[in-house]
């Protein structure tokens, strides 16, 4: 199992948790999603068949892209 703790600056509301959450929750592989929009962090556990290229491509293309 992995874990990674990053920054996504257009987190600007709860509604953006709610989407990243969401789209991350779907993905196959992913275990847990936290975001937070205080602090504009989120932190996701995911093991196979998720890797960290495939959630960084997700959260890209739904607009959420890492810092």
């Not at 990053?6 to 992913?30: A, D, N, W, Y």
Request: net charge negative; proline share 4%; charged share 25%.
């Amino acid at each position: 199992m992995a874990e990674k703790r990053f920054q996504v600056p257009t987190i600007s509301c709860s509604h953006c948790v709610m989407t990243i959450k969401r789209e991350l929750g779907e993905m196959e592989g992913v275990v847990s999603v936290e975001a937070d929009e205080g602090t504009k962090t989120v932190t996701v556990v995911w093991e196979a068949p998720a890797t960290w290229d495939a959630i960084n491509d997700l959260l890209t293309e739904i607009n959420y892209a890492p810092a």
